[in-house]
């Protein structure tokens, strides 16, 4: 059973910084592509980075120069570092797994990020 669980949401202040986390179980972690998503109060979900099995990895241009994606392999983890945070920030994070070549996604249930004064 594939389960994917974030951590690491949190209320923070404008210009400050979070990592989140995505735990990923019964996937082969190392031929999937991950991604970071994120939905705020009446937007539409927006994708905000990725990373392909080779490493490749993109961002929103919303978010460039202040987030970064990686993984662990050996830990079926991919975390997103997100600094000088802003308010237009706030919104549940989820991340999701494809495997490569596959058209099925696998979502987390997601984490909440609140960035205010």
């Known amino acids: 059973q594939v389960q994917l669980v974030e951590s690491g949401g949190d209320l923070v202040q404008p210009g400050g910084s979070l990592r989140l986390s995505c735990a990923a179980s019964?996937?082969?972690?190392?031929?999937?592509?991950m991604a970071w998503y994120r939905q705020a109060p009446g937007k539409q979900r927006e994708l905000v980075a990725s990373?392909?099995?080779?490493?490749?990895?993109r961002y929103a241009d919303s978010v460039k120069g202040r987030f970064t994606i990686s993984r662990d392999i050996p830990k079926n983890t991919v975390f997103l570092q997100m600094n000088s945070l802003k308010p237009e920030d706030t919104a549940v994070y989820c991340c999701?797994?494809?495997?490569?070549?596959?058209?099925?996604?696998?979502w987390g249930q997601g984490t909440q990020v609140t960035v205010s004064s």
């Open positions: 990373i392909i099995s080779g490493g490749i990895r």
């Open positions: 019964g996937i082969t972690f190392s031929i999937y592509n």
């Open positions: 999701k797994g494809r495997r490569n070549g596959a058209s099925l996604d696998y």
